[in-house]
Nanobody
Framework: QVQLVDTGGGLVQAGGSLRLSCAASGRTFENYPMGWFRQAPGKEREFVAAITWSGGSTFYADSVKGRFTISRDNAKNTVYLQMNSLKPEDTANYYC????????????????WGQGTQVTVSS
């Protein structure tokens, strides 16, 4: 089992920045690819970003490419999502996830989830 705790959400004006953190405990963190998803009210959960176990490769949704950066610190069992140039359409509950099996852009491929942290971007 892996336990994930998401933190760092909040209220920010458009154009601002936030950094989300996801702290992992339980089984060996550095063995797992990690990802971030988001879900806005009335919408399905959507892929945001993913990172390989080593951090050597990263993947992004087109909607956040160039604005968001995913990274990880295996010594701290933590994955981060740096979000810059935030837009009102980025408003959602953000979830980290671990251990994908299959297409990493599909929520159902991921085995473990954080509880989510709310990001609200005002215009």
């Amino acid at each position: 089992q892996v336990q994930l705790v998401d933190t760092g959400g909040g209220l920010v004006q458009a154009g601002g920045s936030l950094r989300l953190s996801c702290a992992a405990s339980g089984r060996t963190f550095e063995n797992y690819p990690m990802g971030w998803f988001r879900q806005a009210p009335g919408k399905e959960r959507e892929f945001v970003a993913a990172i390989t176990w080593s951090g050597g490769s990263t993947f992004y949704a087109d909607s956040v490419k160039g604005r968001f950066t995913i990274s990880r610190d295996n010594a701290k069992n933590t994955v981060y999502l740096q979000m810059n140039s935030l837009k009102p359409e980025d408003t959602a509950n953000y979830y980290c996830a671990a251990d994908p099996n299959g297409d990493y852009t599909y929520p159902r491929s991921w085995s473990y989830w954080g509880q989510g942290t709310q990001v609200t971007v005002s215009s």
